[in-house]
């Protein structure tokens, strides 16, 4: 494929993706595979060439009305797995046409290589290097308060939403090399040691009251309704679900 087509290419996916989010509540934010290889280990990487195009996929508050919730009123039957994965699968797959069947490949969040379980896609480590988020773990402090043995998770803030969205996968085009352009550098918006202390240990040991997700000022947060499914366990979901299909009128 000759660069020319490359850039050609790449600026009619990224046209397409813009307009899906004011649509779908999707952020889809780019990224070159070798930028993602270079900080996971070899387990990790992406076996395409380190100059094919990528774009980390990000629902903001607004999924889950714009997207999620019009997928329950259209199915009447869903899978045995999480409707909210199947819709945002069933999304993603439908990119494939707005863009005349461009060849894509679609790596979610919750899928596992083979039978291991090792994830296919490290979404957090993605979304810090497409520079859409920053993912914080202990190693950004300058001294690291917790005991050696204690594991403290990372979590990304997003600079807009703080920690009110989800890194759905990432979607690559293994078709569409893109040359030399500038890296994205994530916006780091805890300015010093004890605010990045105050967001691990909120997600660490209290992440059910959600309070690591408003460390930052945020643009907008999830509406009650999706609050109460994700604060809902998947297995007794199925009542809230049955309540928006009752409630269509509100939504159609």
Not at 48 to 69: L, R
Not at 83 to 107: F, M, R, T, V, W
Not at 142 to 170: E, N, Q, S, T
Request: glycine share 6%; with cysteine.
């Amino acid at each position: 494929m000759s660069s020319a087509g490359c850039v050609k290419n790449i600026e009619k996916i990224k046209m397409v993706l813009e307009e899906d989010y004011h649509a779908s509540g999707l952020n889809y934010h780019f990224l070159k595979v070798g930028w993602y290889n270079e900080k996971v280990t070899k387990p990790f990487r992406l076996n395409y060439d380190p100059n094919a195009a990528a774009f980390v996929v990000i629902s903001s508050p607004e999924m889950f009305e714009k997207t999620f919730i019009p997928f329950l009123l259209k199915r009447h039957c869903i899978g045995e797995g999480d409707p909210l994965d199947e819709s945002l699968a069933n999304h993603l797959k439908s990119l494939e046409h707005k863009l005349d069947g461009c060849h894509l490949e679609i790596l979610q969040d919750y899928q596992m290589q083979g039978n291991t379980r090792k994830p296919r896609i490290l979404v957090q480590t993605a979304g810090h290097v497409s520079g859409a988020v920053y993912f914080y773990q202990r190693k950004d402090l300058a001294v690291d308060p917790w005991p050696v043995d204690k594991r403290i998770y990372g979590v990304c803030l997003h600079p807009r939403y703080g920690g009110w969205f989800a890194l759905r996968g990432v979607i690559v085009f293994p078709d569409v090399l893109v040359g030399d352009v500038p890296r994205p550098t994530p916006v780091d918006t805890l300015v010093s040691d004890e605010k990045k202390k105050e967001l691990l240990e909120k997600y660490n040991f209290n992440w059910e009251d959600w309070s690591f997700r408003d460390v930052i000022p945020v643009e907008s947060r999830y509406s009650e309704l999706q609050k109460q499914y994700f604060s809902t366990v998947p297995a007794e979901r199925t009542s809230i679900v049955e309540r928006i299909r009752s409630s269509c009128a509100k939504y159609s």
